[in-house]
């Protein structure tokens, strides 16, 4: 038997997203919703999904 994932909660530990992982942003075998969380929030900007508040 085998389970195919098909959605994923971003790996951004603040973030509440769950994100498709054909879609997702991927960095360092992790999935992100964006590139905003990918980046762990440099420029300080939040993942911008609505209902989401994080920012690193």
Same mark, same amino acid.
């Given at each position: 038997? $085998?389970v195919t994932?098909?959605? =994923? /909660? &971003?790996a951004?530990g603040?973030? =509440?997203? =769950? =994100?498709?992982?054909? /879609?997702?942003v991927?960095?360092?075998?992790?999935?992100y919703c964006?590139? $905003? &969380? !990918?980046?762990?929030?440099t420029?300080? !900007?939040g993942?911008?999904? !609505?209902g &989401?508040? &994080?920012?690193?």
């Amino acid at each position: 038997m $085998s389970v195919t994932i098909e959605q =994923v /909660k &971003c790996a951004c530990g603040d973030c =509440v997203c =769950v =994100v498709s992982v054909e /879609k997702g942003v991927k960095r360092n075998g992790r999935i992100y919703c964006g590139e $905003s &969380c !990918a980046e762990h929030h440099t420029s300080g !900007a939040g993942c911008e999904h !609505a209902g &989401c508040t &994080c920012h690193g």
